[in-house]
């Protein structure tokens, strides 16, 4: 069945057909299993060159992804900016868009599919979102300038605590790095959501560049051992001439209670990467590899989180 974002004309037919698409929570949007992160299109993952970035949206929406997120933070609303430019032309109804709390004009919209709160563990008080914060969301919803609202933050157990206090309609939830193969964390609020019919968005499988060959960026918040760790995951990687940032993705997509995995996405070399992943998985190779990392580069980080099972074929 194709989705209701699916445009004769405008969409790669035979992409769009074997894209898989899912509810997400109670919005009603059925989105694809990918969806495009536009993170690294403001300066915090180097430079790029503008004109690809701008193809490889265009790229990635004919073939089937139809959910991308934004926010004016990356970088002064550059993330922003690049995406509006990618969406001239392309019908509106096309895709799904989210941004936090972000700028109709930078993206060249009359309306935003969802309105986030970015970040909501840097407010003075959670009190000042579910007083004030949410309900002027809720306004904006009203006016018709977004359809549904959401809520991000890397500690999950504050995602829930908002959903618990507030009675304002949440329809989704932003989560990131928070189900990869160094942070399970996520999983056991799974229920909660499911049990609230709240969407679930898993963002940055590769742990905002931990997880690559590349590795993270200098101002990546991991410790030092943590890095050092990645690192030497990476270099296996290397030696055996296999991405970690792939592995680390199809790792993460193995669940089914996942609405979406949010990545971000720079050029076209990754977009075609991820969406290799996501139709073809990984060789048996790969995951004779994967398993060797899980074995001796990130057992204590599952020991941590102990409700982890040490095996890269789990649902």
């Not at 359809?147 to 933050?153: D, H, M, P």
């Not at 101002?219 to 051992?225: K, V």
């Not at 990476?234 to 997509?253: F, N, Q, R, T």
């Amino acid at each position: 069945m194709l989705p209701p974002t699916y445009v004769e004309g405008f969409h790669d037919l035979e992409a769009v057909k074997a894209m898989e698409y899912r509810p997400l929570g109670k919005t009603g949007l059925l989105v694809s299993k990918l969806s495009f992160g536009g993170g690294p299109l403001g300066c915090h993952y180097g430079t790029y060159d503008e004109e690809e970035a701008i193809e490889a949206i265009r790229q990635a929406l004919k073939r089937g992804i139809n959910y991308i997120d934004t926010a004016p933070w990356y970088y002064q609303g550059r993330s922003e900016t690049v995406i509006g430019k990618a969406l001239k032309g392309i019908p509106r109804n096309a895709y799904y868009i989210a941004t936090k709390v972000g700028s109709l004009k930078l993206l060249g919209l009359d309306y935003v599919d969802v309105i986030q709160v970015h970040d909501i563990e840097f407010a003075p008080s959670l009190d000042i979102i579910i007083t004030q914060t949410l309900p002027e969301l809720s306004k904006q919803v009203a006016e018709g300038k977004a359809r549904y609202i959401g809520i991000t933050g890397y500690p999950v157990s504050i995602l829930e605590e908002c959903i618990q206090k507030s009675n304002i309609n949440i329809s989704c939830i932003l989560s990131y790095t928070r189900h990869t193969l160094i942070d399970n964390t996520l999983i056991e609020y799974i229920p909660f959501f499911k049990a609230h019919n709240i969407g679930i968005i898993n963002a940055s499988a590769p742990c905002m560049g931990l997880l690559t060959n590349k590795g993270p960026p200098d101002w990546h918040p991991a410790s030092d051992h943590t890095k050092k760790i990645c690192a030497d995951a990476a270099k296996c990687c290397k030696d055996h001439d296999v991405e970690l940032a792939k592995l680390a993705l199809w790792y993460s997509m193995q669940r089914k209670d996942i609405d979406t995995y949010l990545v971000g996405i720079q050029n076209l070399k990754q977009l075609y990467m991820n969406l290799d992943v996501l139709k073809n998985g990984i060789t048996e190779k790969e995951k004779h590899l994967l398993q060797e990392l899980q074995e001796n580069f990130f057992i204590d980080y599952y020991a941590i989180f102990s409700n982890f099972k040490l095996t890269c074929f789990k649902k």
